[in-house]
């Protein structure tokens, strides 16, 4: 739950009179959301989401974050729209920290995912890749392959305290991912964190794509990857494959997967599954008590793992594969 | 912040589906709120609010509070309406919690309270206790002078650690409030916990008032006692007159207040000083680490129980008083 900064109404109307949206009717701050503070504004022009970016954003990173949004909703991505305030910015500043005004989407996100969520992401993965092969930003993944040995050191001999003789295991999973990661797959801009909290439908319509703060060029299988991870697995940590078959088909059909693609993908899932296991890790071993944020539990991931350790190829996935 | 109950996607659209409403759009929680469990909701007929009742609020008075509601914005005042669902009720239940739809009113709450806003409060105020005059509802004030020195038993001897001596002066104080507490002012529906988190405006127009999960039947004065604690004194504990001459020159505007209610207004601000003491001595001495909500420091309650010993007579509140 996530109100880091507060705003006053003072200064929320000063700064939205920079705008050309009318005046503001109401402002509420949102709890959901773990790494910025966002609120719920109405302007007598509509219904707009409020962003301030809080530390774990990089200044540096937010042009990158807003020109992406604004090329992928100019083909058509249901993702938020930057709004321009009158002097032509979209990011600007509040209560002193960078802020940006998106337009409001529609829908809920699935608490509980059902396999047609799963193609809706799919379809909408795979036309957000297409979408955003022609953009010139550039953002490397500060969370890929090359940051992981050290995540792990960081997070100290306290690993084991999570689960005994962990720290060892993780060491050697990390060695064979290392040693196997793929050199040459098609890149482009991800999102790598398409969580089910990051997807709107309206019954089975997919309506909105949002949080793209993790945005980066990388490979776009690693972000199919990522979605396995997020989408496919039981509350009890078991692997779905309707839910996998959906999700990677419907992908599929809208950018076909190169043949390297699909050989690569038990180990691009068993990376993704080791870089969100390292954040939950790091969080869980360094998230003071009394903050407002509950760590998640980096068991789920410890197990998923575990999963695509035993997957010998992407036909365990759902995918038909010659 | 505050959301304590989860509502996932399913549970929401079939509880929606029982209102005249049209479909889901969206759903958000608000970091606001510290009782209860709240939610933005936007239905394709417009905007609402979901709040589901946590455990600080007794279910038996959750007719009391919507019949309320529905009773003051019968009579004009700019509160939340309960939505009632197509089975006639306003008062249902959704993720195992009481819940209910009210309806959304624009406005921002003041963060930097000008004597413009306490004008407008005073006003609202006693338009609400003319409103209230023919509620039949009861509910008595649970948190009232009778409930007071059980409260600061309860806070126990580390009420010292919050200031060295602080127990045995409450306990003077609070000798001094019982022995001179009225007997025989008008009484009526209050809100008991306007603040300023609880009133909207838009620049100076005063557009909602919310909240009322405190509301009971008791001295009419004491509410505007509560209010001069709430709105009249800075961020440094000093008391500003020109805020009280407007909060309280307003209210008597409306509603004349009587020579008896004049006389008792500094004992009564006193009390509800010393109320507010309680809940928030309480609350600052028991709440766990680690939780969502920070407790408010008590000790500003201390500086305003301060002042209203040193006041002799509603004159320093800025009334005239022949």
Redo the contacts between chains.
């Keep these: 739950?996530?109100?880091y900064t507060?705003v006053?109404?003072?200064e929320?109307?000063e700064f939205m009179s920079g705008y050309d949206l009318g005046?503001?009717?109401?402002?509420?701050?949102?709890?959901?959301g773990i790494e910025n503070s966002n609120f719920?504004l109405?302007m007598t022009g509509g219904?707009y989401i409020l962003t301030l970016y809080e530390r774990r954003v990089a200044p540096r990173d937010l042009p990158f974050f807003l020109d992406l949004l604004d090329h992928l909703a100019a083909r058509g991505v249901p993702c938020p729209v930057p709004v321009r305030a009158r002097d032509g910015k979209a990011l600007r500043a509040l209560a002193g920290r960078p802020a940006a005004v998106v337009t409001?989407?529609?829908?809920?996100?699935?608490?509980?995912v059902t396999p047609g969520h799963c193609a809706g992401v799919g379809r909408a993965l795979a036309r957000m890749h297409l979408a955003g092969a022609d953009f010139v930003g550039r953002r490397d993944n500060a969370l890929s392959v090359s940051a992981w040995r050290s995540l792990l050191k960081s997070a100290g001999p306290e690993v084991d305290c999570v689960q005994m003789g962990l720290a060892v295991k993780l060491g050697r999973d990390l060695d064979t991912i290392e040693a196997g990661w793929p050199k040459n797959l098609p890149e482009g801009i991800i999102h790598a964190d398409l969580f089910p909290d990051n997807v709107?439908?309206?019954g089975d319509d997919l309506t909105g794509l949002i949080d793209f703060y993790f945005a980066c060029r990388d490979f776009l299988a690693y972000d199919l990857a990522v979605c396995l991870n997020a989408w496919c697995f039981e509350a009890d940590f078991s692997f779905n494959v309707t839910k996998a078959r959906r999700l990677v088909g419907e992908y599929d059909r809208v950018r076909p997967l190169e043949a390297a693609e699909v050989a690569a993908l038990p180990l691009l899932a068993k990376g993704a599954a080791m870089r969100f296991l390292l954040t939950r890790l790091y969080d869980w071993l360094n998230t003071p008590?009394?903050?407002?944020v509950t760590p998640k539990d980096p068991l789920e991931y410890v197990a998923k793992l575990r999963f695509h350790d035993r997957v010998a190829s992407a036909a365990e996935y759902g995918l038909d594969v010659e």
Tied chains: 1, 2.
Excluded: Y
Aim: charge should be negative; hydrophobic fraction near 55%; glycine fraction near 8%.
């Design positions: 739950m996530a109100v507060e006053s109404d003072d929320l109307i005046e503001v009717v109401a402002f509420k701050g949102i709890a959901e719920h109405t219904a409001f989407l529609p829908g809920l996100w699935p608490r509980r709107f439908f309206r008590e009394g903050a407002f």
